[in-house]
């Protein structure tokens, strides 16, 4: 099993910047899927975005053009780059994984590991 601990989150204005960490330690297990979910109070979880171990990503609609999602192999850490931060972005920050079958994509799969979240708040 992988452990996933997020860092990074904080309240910020609107337009700003952050850059949300997650550091992965345990078995890391490949193929794989890996991601950030979010949960604002009283929403639905919503799947941000995810990569999976050969770099191919995808994002919710509500994020394309503003967060990049990325990893760094060598030091087994995904990051979220999140510009042009909202008010609507404001919620709990999760990265999670899940282990895949090469010729599936991540789309196809539940999450099974999870970080303990981040705060983010994105006042106007």
């Known amino acids: 099993q992988v452990q996933l601990v997020e860092s990074g989150g904080g309240s910020v204005q609107a337009g700003e910047l952050l850059r949300l960490t997650c550091a992965a330690s345990?078995?890391?297990?490949?193929?794989?899927?890996m991601g950030w979910v979010r949960q604002a109070p009283g929403k639905e979880r919503e799947r941000v975005a995810t990569i999976e171990e050969n770099g191919r990503t995808a994002y919710a609609d509500s994020v394309k053009g503003r967060f990049i999602i990325s990893k760094d192999n060598t030091k087994n850490t995904l990051y979220l780059h999140m510009n042009s931060l909202k008010p609507e972005d404001t919620a709990m920050y999760y990265c999670?994984?899940?282990?895949?079958?090469?010729?599936?994509?991540?789309?196809?799969?539940?999450?099974?590991?999870w970080g303990q979240g981040t705060q983010v708040t994105v006042s106007s």
């Open positions: 345990g078995y890391i297990y490949t193929p794989y899927c």
């Open positions: 999670a994984a899940v282990p895949r079958q090469f010729y599936r994509r991540c789309h196809e799969y539940q999450f099974e590991d």
